[in-house]
């Protein structure tokens, strides 16, 4: 689920002071019970997150916040007649400040065990699959499936947890590269059949260079990979019944957008037009 980018420890730290004066993403602040009155009090949702494009970044010519998860909540944030306010933070410590309710929300992330004793979580809002990328121009594989995949060259990234999956096509021609971007640039040329990659790198890099002759076919196999439900994004909120009537509020959102066609429109904006990012989400059960 994208890259953690740097963040310069000064701006970190001007951050958390801010929010710590401020007491943003508590119910002191307004004097609220429920998260969901704080928000409607201060007219403020606060998303605890850190760099990860095109999840959420900051755009390198206005140095504003952007990308899909920041325009869902930006969004969603108008629905409850407030606007959406950043508080950039080291991923680590974005999640504790949520458990904290120092802040409102997280980036989306991934479901663990440990993260459901200190958070809620939303319905799901994204798949994460690995992906099958091709050459758009002249694809080696027409099928995204392991019988297409038999004995074709297939790109990875050396250590990557998509290199077993490759591994697991019979008689693949595994290339390992250092790099995703390196990886991209052989199924760009022509020197790989096929590229297994997260869904959103693929997207993204087509986004940022268009001269990449690379697109999705489809996901990774089920046969060679985790389960799609293991890697869904969920939003994160403090834990408890401070959050309860928020969270119903947010997950009708989501659903809504995902079936009304609001989050396409939003994930076209970043390369992300395969229908593969959204299967099944609108029908997908408000609980991991």
């Known amino acids: 689920m994208g890259h953690l980018s740097k963040i310069s420890m000064a701006a970190v730290m001007a951050v958390g002071v801010a929010a710590a004066a401020a007491g943003c993403g508590t119910s002191s602040a307004s004097g609220a019970s429920t998260l969901l009155q704080q928000v409607q009090a201060t007219h403020t949702l606060t998303i605890a997150e850190s760099s990860f494009a095109p999840q959420d970044f900051q755009n390198p010519a206005t140095k504003q916040w952007t990308g899909y998860d920041v325009n869902i909540l930006e969004g969603f944030a108008h629905s409850l007649g407030a606007h959406l306010k950043i508080d950039a933070l080291p991923f680590s410590s974005a999640i504790q400040a949520v458990a904290d309710q120092q802040a409102d929300v997280t980036i989306d992330i991934y479901y663990t065990k440990s993260r459901a004793k200190v958070l809620s979580f939303s319905r799901p809002m994204l798949n994460y699959n690995d992906a099958v990328a091709v050459n758009s121009q002249n694809p080696g594989v027409h099928q995204d499936t392991v019988s297409a995949l038999k004995g074709q060259k297939i790109a990875v990234v050396t250590g990557s947890a998509e290199v077993p999956e490759a591994q697991a096509v019979p008689n693949a021609d595994v290339k390992e590269y250092g790099s995703v971007a390196e990886s991209f640039l052989a199924l760009s040329a022509g020197r790989v059949a096929a590229d297994f990659q997260p869904d959103t790198d693929i997207a993204w890099a087509k986004e940022k260079d268009p001269s990449l002759h ?27 019944s401070y959050s309860q009537t928020f969270l119903a509020k ?3 959102y989501l659903k809504k957008i995902a079936e009304n066609g609001t989050e396409q429109k939003i994930l076209d ?8 990012f959204l299967k099944g989400i609108s029908s997908a059960p408000n609980t991991p």
């Open 250 to 252: 947010l997950n009708a």
């Open 269 to 276: 904006k970043y390369g992300m037009t395969s229908p593969v």
């Open 214 to 240: 690379i697109k999705i076919l489809g996901p990774v196999p089920r046969s060679i990979a985790p389960p799609i439900q293991s890697l869904r994004g969920y939003f994160g909120v403090p834990k408890g």
